[in-house]
């Protein structure tokens, strides 16, 4: 049976992921004013990086 927790956070599972994705999309926008031949690849595997890199830092300081 699943906790309470467990849960509530699927109900916010969708806006998660919208948020993430809305963080994700105004750093490929910052990095594309900034950088006039930006690599949208490489732009994204950076962004990712940093973005998990904040996520684990946050984790570790909860």
Known sequence: MKSMQEIE???????IVEDVAALVE???KIMDW???E??????D???FEAV???LD?????Q
């Open 9 to 15: 956070i699927e109900r916010y599972h969708d806006k």
């Open 26 to 28: 105004k750093y490929r």
């Open 34 to 36: 900034d950088i006039p």
């Open 38 to 43: 930006n690599d949208e690849e490489l732009a």
């Open 45 to 47: 595997k950076l962004i």
């Open 52 to 54: 998990q890199k904040a």
């Open 57 to 61: 830092e946050v984790k570790n300081n």
